[in-house]
């Protein structure tokens, strides 16, 4: 199993990006998916997720307001928007599917190794002017 960051790249602060997680031998229909991200000497940070059905999102405070999670159907991906972005936001964006948490519930912070498919790559985020 694995699953494909894309859509990363270098915008000026207030700029926006969006992010595109993408299954490779799977399809995130059956998954629920979260967006992570990690830059350089801080923790990985839980940002957001959607369920499998789509009808629950969270969102870490940081975020909220800011990014919007959501599902394209036709394409298999899991989207990430990213709106007024800010230089603390820069870093390694990932994507990660989960699996056993039902059809209505996501997971950004706990035990996500309990639920954990697979991780992806990551994609690079740079918020700079």
């Known amino acids: 199993l694995q699953v494909v960051e894309s859509g990363g790249g270098l915008v000026q602060p207030g700029g926006s990006l969006r992010l595109s997680c993408k299954a490779v031998?799977?399809?995130?229909?059956?998954?629920?998916v979260g967006w992570f991200r990690q830059s350089l000497g801080k923790a990985r940070e839980g940002l957001s997720c959607i369920s499998m059905s789509g009808d629950s999102t969270k969102y870490a405070d940081s975020v909220k307001g800011r990014f919007t999670i959501s599902r394209d159907n036709a394409n298999y991906t899991v989207d990430l928007q990213l709106n007024n972005l800010k230089p603390e936001d820069t870093a390694v964006y990932y994507c990660?599917?989960?699996?056993?948490?039902?059809?209505?519930?996501?997971?950004?912070?706990?035990?996500?190794?309990?639920?954990?498919?697979?991780w992806g790559q990551g994609t690079r985020v740079t918020v700079s002017s």
């Open positions: 990660a599917a989960f699996s056993k948490l039902g059809t209505s519930n996501c997971i950004i912070r706990g035990n996500l190794d309990r639920y954990l498919e697979v």
């Open positions: 031998g799977f399809t995130l229909d059956l998954h629920a």
